[in-house]
């Protein structure tokens, strides 16, 4: 791996990769036929890149730009890559992502590991079915943000700074599945936040500053899979009953999560969510508090 060029390193190296950029791709990124995905994949992950490399085989379909310097980036970049179905941009330091060129094939993009401060207007990408916006900085989401991604199923959000949501944050969603909102800063949630998620199937809000649930937070036809909840300060008084309430009726589906060895561990564990207040509840189990 390139580390990013600082200081007075920076002026030696410039004018070598933009040449590198230029002039060809021959040992700068890699290219072979991904037989899984039957595409054409380009790699150019942790080469030192400040820039989108120019000369891209016009048939990529997964280009790889992981552990770069790109900062900023156009989607207009990639428009002349017209298979392009997956594009990782994570782990670059991306202060501002320009959308709008229309990437009609691309379904996967993600820009987990940045430092995006604001969300992107995600225009252009109607085929989207994963978004991951893991690990950046952004502090709120605006109302309707998602709204153009009507295909989306996965949308992670998860090690934000995310401290309060609007209602409509997620509306027109209708296709989510899978949500992750963990290890932000959450103190409440709004009352119809899943209100036309129809398909969720998971929904990941541990490591939060959550206290409460409102009352009806989970709609009546949803069906969650599985829930993560534990790792909030949760207040175990007469107002959380709806949320106790609702553990023991879904009981199979409240779940934790760790890291393990080769992957994530997942266990069914629904006494995980603990109250954190009043001191006669603390450190007992949600589903249990009378
Ligand atoms: C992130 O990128 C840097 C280079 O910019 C690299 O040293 C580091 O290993 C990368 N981290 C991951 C998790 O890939
Ligand atoms: C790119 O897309 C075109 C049109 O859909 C298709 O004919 C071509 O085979 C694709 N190329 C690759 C490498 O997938």
Redesign the pocket.
Known sequence: MLPCPTGPRLLPLLPLLALAGAVNLTGLCESEMNAVK???QVSCEGKGLSSVPQGLPP?T?LLLLASNCLARVSMASFQHL??LTELDLSNNSLVALQTGAPLPCLQQLALSHNALERLPALEGLPGLVRLALGHNALSQLPEGAFRGLATLQELELQGNRLRRLPPGAFQGLAKLKDLDLSDNLLEELPGKLLAGLAGLEILRLERNQLRALPRGFFPRDLILIYAYLEGNPWLCDCQLEYLRDWIVENELSIYTRQPGETKEITENDPESVRCQAPPKEKGGPVMLFQ
């Open positions: 039957d595409l054409l048939d379909g017209k298979n």
